[in-house]
């Protein structure tokens, strides 16, 4: 199975014994969903605070192949999720340091 990592960051999938078993750099080529920002009428006022509520709308996704046989593409949840696509994942199961910073992940997710 081929793996096309369609994100800006490299992917570190782990496995047993705490050590990245695999490393997919970036292809090169980015999938992002258009998005559109709204400023509402609204406004919320908090300790004294006033902050504009926004809404946003997406639009189409740019930059994610025709599907291939043998092929997944790695992209963000946000693009799999607009995707609804068998052959399009990103990462799951974040493993973080003892900071909380994430230093890889231990599954890839369809959906």
Same mark, same amino acid.
């Not at 994100?7 to 496995?15: C, S, V, Y």
């Not at 090169?28 to 902050?51: H, P, Q």
């Given at each position: ?34 998005? =559109? ?6 406004? *919320? &006022? #908090?300790? @004294?605070?006033? /902050? ?27 693009? =799999? ?6 052959? *399009? &994942? #990103?990462? @799951?199961?974040? /493993? ?16």
């Amino acid at each position: 199975m081929k793996l096309v990592n369609l994100t800006t960051h490299d992917i570190k999938l782990w496995g047993d014994g705490g050590k990245a078993k695999l490393i997919i750099l970036p292809s090169g080529t980015v999938a992002r969903l258009e998005t =559109r920002r709204f400023k509402t009428c609204m406004e *919320v &006022v #908090s300790d @004294g605070v006033t /902050i504009a509520v926004w809404r946003t709308e997406y639009g189409l996704i740019t930059g994610l192949p025709e599907p291939q046989a043998d092929t997944l593409y790695i992209v963000s949840a946000l693009v =799999r999720e607009w995707a609804r696509r068998d052959d *399009v &994942v #990103s990462v @799951g199961g974040f /493993i973080r340091d003892d900071k909380g910073c994430i230093i890889g992940v231990d599954c890839l997710e369809v959906g």
